[in-house]
């Protein structure tokens, strides 16, 4: 582990939280919408403090895209099913200055959803156990 001298905050901390989530009852147009999943997924990761680095989408025939994020504290993706109305999300951040969670709830909100389900899944070391 090393420290940013600019705000004396650890860098590189081996801990994380992978947030799960399913989206049911959205929309087709938006499950199919490939610039709009992938502005989206941008726009919620940025306003969750997360470092987009990258953001690559495929559309799929006849219905369907996959969105990934490379993130400087990991990544995101996003599977939809426009057919059922349904999407995974999928957001893992490293150390504890991105806020994983924020960024699915922000994703839901554009989403609009007739339903969220959602699990957090702590990772590596516990932040307040590493000296």
Do not use: K, W
């Not at 709009?36 to 306003?47: G, I, N, P």
């Not at 990991?74 to 349904?86: F, I, R």
Request: aromatic share 4%.
């Amino acid at each position: 582990m090393s420290i940013d001298a600019g705000t004396l905050q650890p860098v590189g901390l081996f801990t994380g939280q992978h947030v799960l989530a399913e989206l049911d009852g959205v929309d087709a147009e938006l499950l199919d919408d490939e610039q709009f999943l992938r502005d989206t997924l941008h726009s919620a990761l940025s306003r969750s403090q997360a470092t987009v680095c990258q953001v690559i989408a495929e559309r799929f025939e006849p219905q369907g895209v996959t969105v990934l994020a490379l993130l400087s504290e990991s990544h995101a993706s996003l599977h939809t099913y426009p057919e059922v109305g349904s999407i995974f999300i999928d957001v893992f951040t490293c150390g504890n200055t991105a806020q994983p969670e924020r960024a699915v709830e922000l994703l839901a909100e554009a989403l609009r959803p007739g339903s969220v389900n959602t699990r957090t899944i702590r990772r590596g070391l516990d932040p307040e156990l590493v000296s």
